[in-house]
């Protein structure tokens, strides 16, 4: 069976485990949460993923440094990202011609709604429940 790959970037440790837990509960999801965005970044260079969420208050680079980074890199180019929230970003987002956002707090039905939603479309890296390396 082929899992989604879906990383998590929420500096909140209480609300990323929520969410990686809620996320692996799904059997066709695998969910990765890390604090921060070099360990955002460091993930995504070892491991191909078909969703990343992704809060934009982040300790060293927010979200949106690493949404710019992850949109310059061929191999996470045209992954989808959705942006998780407090804020208003509207202008932000436009700029950067973000399509999917969800505004905190979220209830997790929609916010597994909306994963689902921008999961549509796509492969799963995620092989016989072991992650594929970045390339292959």
Known sequence: M??????????????????ET???????????AVTNGADALAFVAEVSVDLVLLDINLPGLDGF?????????????????????????????????????IKKPFDLDDLLARVASALDGGGGPVRDGQLVPVGR
């Open 65 to 101: 440094a690493i949404h710019d980074l992850l949109r310059g890199r061929p191999e996470t180019a045209a992954v989808p990202i959705l942006f998780m929230t407090a804020g208003v970003h509207e202008a932000e987002f436009a700029r950067r011609h973000v399509r999917g956002h």
């Open 2 to 19: 082929e899992q989604r790959a879906i990383l998590v970037v929420e500096d909140t440790a209480p609300i990323a485990e929520i969410i």
């Open 22 to 32: 809620v996320l692996n509960d799904i059997p066709d999801y695998q969910a990765t």
